[in-house]
Nanobody
Framework: QVQLVESGGGLVQPGGSLRLSCVAS????????MGWYRQAPGKERELVAT???????KYADSVKGRFTISRDNAKITVYLQMNSLKVEDTAVYYC???????????WGQGTQVTISS
C-alpha cells in the first residue's frame, strides 16, 4: 500500500520559513520523481517543484530563489525548504510521486501552509 505522508505545515508571518517533509512508503522511492504541488482556495492545483531520481530539479517561477526541494533516498523522504514566504504562498501543499518506470502517480493527503501577519 502506497502512502505519502506530509508534515511541517503551519502558520508563519510573511518573510518567514517553513520546511515541509514527505515520507513515502510502499513505493520504490529511488526511482520516483518526487514533487510538491499546492492548491489555494478557489484555484487549481499547481506545480511548485520536482526532483527526479537523479537529483534534477524544476521550480515554478513564483518560487524560484525562495524554495528548495531535496530528497534523501535513505530516509525515503522529500523536503521542501520554503524561505521568504509570502501571503500568496498560502495553500494546501501536496506531496506527489511519479514512478519513472511505469508512470504510476501517488499523492499525499496535504498539509496546510498559511502565511499571515
Amino acid at each position: 500500500q502506497v502512502q505519502l505522508v506530509e508534515s511541517g505545515g503551519g502558520l508563519v508571518q510573511p518573510g518567514g520559513s517553513l520546511r515541509l517533509s514527505c515520507v513515502a512508503s510502499g513505493v520504490i522511492f529511488s526511482r520516483n520523481t518526487m514533487g510538491w504541488y499546492r492548491q489555494a482556495p478557489g484555484k487549481e492545483r499547481e506545480l511548485v517543484a520536482t526532483i527526479s531520481s537523479g537529483g534534477g530539479t524544476k521550480y515554478a517561477d513564483s518560487v524560484k530563489g525562495r524554495f528548495t526541494i531535496s530528497r534523501d533516498n535513505a530516509k525515503i523522504t522529500v523536503y521542501l525548504q520554503m524561505n521568504s514566504l509570502k501571503v500568496e504562498d498560502t495553500a494546501v501543499y501536496y506531496c506527489n510521486g511519479r514512478d519513472e518506470y511505469d508512470a504510476s502517480k501517488y499523492w499525499g493527503q496535504g498539509t496546510q501552509v498559511t502565511i499571515s501577519s
